[in-house]
Antibody
Framework: EVQLVESGGGLVQPGRSLRLSCAAS????????MHWVRQAPGKGLEWVSG????????GYADSVKGRFTISRDNAKNSLYLQMNSLRAEDTALYYC???????????WGQGTLVTVSS | QSALTQPASVSGSPGQSITISCTGT?????????VSWYQQHPGKAPKLMIY???NRPSGVSNRFSGSKSGNTASLTISGLQAEDEADYYC??????????FGGGTKLTVL
């Protein structure tokens, strides 16, 4: 059974940093691209970032480019999102998702909540 | 990188069919056959319903179907059931290995 478990969310002040993690199990992690998608309270889904199986291809939404960094450790079956210079508008539930090929997100975690507030 | 355009809401009666549209540009929906559709019930994670425009993952009912014409993709749900009431999102691959989502459509089963 595929499992994706996010962690690392919490309350953080504007301008500070936070690192999210996603622990994957139930599939061959290093065969698949992985993504982060966020959802602000009461709002729609927003793609944040994606990374290919070997970290050779990485993409970011314009809204986070230059502030967020996605990475993965295939030896640890883990996906990460380093978030710097956080803003109030980054407040959201952050989902980790496994891709079937690239943008088709076939499995999702339950999310970790990030709240940016002073 | 603008969001894809979806109607805010659609509704239908049990047994009827409904279609949700998803309009983008030649840089996303129109340029690639990589459109996906997701269903999200309140408080739950999204679920992949359609990928690559018209393919259904294993376990998804054949009442769900997808298509594309030009810059607009569509999700059709036939034989509406009460359990189909949810939010639906489209997404598309776009340039520079990015993905863009639609704003979401709330489906109400009357």
């Amino acid at each position: 059974e595929v499992q994706l478990v996010e962690s690392g969310g919490g309350l953080v002040q504007p301008g500070r940093s936070l690192r999210l993690s996603c622990a994957a199990s139930g599939f061959t992690f290093d065969d698949y691209a992985m993504h982060w998608v966020r959802q602000a309270p009461g709002k729609g889904l927003e793609w944040v970032s994606g990374i290919s199986w070997n970290s050779g291809s990485i993409g970011y939404a314009d809204s986070v480019k230059g502030r967020f960094t996605i990475s993965r450790d295939n030896a640890k079956n883990s996906l990460y999102l380093q978030m710097n210079s956080l803003r109030a508008e980054d407040t959201a539930l952050y989902y980790c998702a496994k891709a079937y090929l690239w943008g088709d997100l076939e499995y999702w975690g339950q999310g970790t909540l990030v709240t940016v507030s002073s | 990188q603008s969001a894809l355009t979806q109607p805010a809401s659609v509704s239908g009666s049990p047994g009827q069919s409904i279609t949700i549209s998803c309009t983008g540009t030649s840089s996303d929906v129109g340029g690639y056959n990589y459109v996906s559709w997701y269903q999200q019930h309140p408080g739950k994670a999204p679920k992949l319903m359609i990928y690559d425009v018209s393919n259904r993952p294993s376990g998804v009912s054949n009442r769900f179907s997808g298509s594309k014409s030009g810059n607009t993709a569509s999700l059709t749900i036939s034989g509406l059931q009460a359990e189909d009431e949810a939010d639906y999102y489209c997404s598309s691959y776009t340039s520079s290995v990015r993905v863009v989502f639609g704003g979401g459509t709330k489906l109400t089963v009357l």
